[in-house]
């Protein structure tokens, strides 16, 4: 698709979106360039049934670490955060960064309706959240996840119907 044809998400109702920030950051590989925060926030900041933006990422004391999470709070999202930990790849001196935050989006997304929200935007491919997926359709509620190729899990591919998926770079243009 070329890139002055950007894909706009139809929207119904009040929406929240939730950036798991790891899993988007490691989309890089594959777009071949990194989805930039800023851009990705204002492109989301031209919807206005749009009402939250969280965004996911764990903290640790590197000094990049530190200045990416500063840089999200002056952006405008809703940062959630917690403690990095490290676990040793087997049979190795490397320890491999690790910070899931599935049960925060859970936890974000149970928040989200008892406050009435009728679409949730998730930007992360991970097939982990099928099941919250599966649960929000079953409420009638838009499920909108956002991917980019060959970063959305089998779990979710396998959700035929009342879900919409599409590809980061049709709507950002990257």
């Given at each position: 698709m070329p890139k002055s044809k950007k894909q706009i998400l139809k929207l119904n109702g009040k929406t929240a979106v939730f950036v798991d920030w790891a899993n988007v950051y490691n989309w890089k590989?594959?777009?071949?360039?990194?989805?930039?925060?800023?851009?990705?926030?204002?492109?989301?900041?031209?919807?206005?049934?749009?009402?939250?933006?969280?965004?996911?990422?764990?903290?640790?004391?590197?000094?990049?670490?530190?200045?990416?999470?500063?840089?999200?709070?002056?952006i405008g999202y809703t940062l959630y955060t917690k403690d990095v930990k490290y676990i040793r790849v087997e049979k190795t001196d490397i320890f491999q960064r690790k910070c899931d935050f599935d049960i925060e989006v859970c936890m974000s997304?149970?928040?989200?309706?008892?406050?009435?929200?009728?679409?949730?935007?998730?930007?992360?491919?991970?097939?982990?959240?099928?099941?919250?997926?599966?649960?929000?359709?079953?409420?009638s509620k838009q499920v909108i996840v956002i991917y980019t190729r060959g970063h959305l899990g089998k779990e979710v591919l396998s959700i035929k119907r009342g879900i919409y998926r599409t590809e980061i770079n049709k709507l950002l243009g990257i």
């Open positions: 590989k594959s777009l071949k360039t990194e989805v930039d925060p800023k851009k990705l926030f204002n492109f989301l900041k031209q919807y206005k049934n749009i009402k939250t933006k969280n965004l996911y990422f764990g903290k640790d004391k590197h000094p990049k670490s530190i200045r990416f999470l500063k840089k999200i709070e002056n997304v149970y928040d989200c309706l008892d406050k009435n929200f009728d679409s949730f935007v998730f930007l992360s491919g991970d097939g982990d959240f099928a099941p919250l997926y599966e649960y929000l359709i079953s409420k």
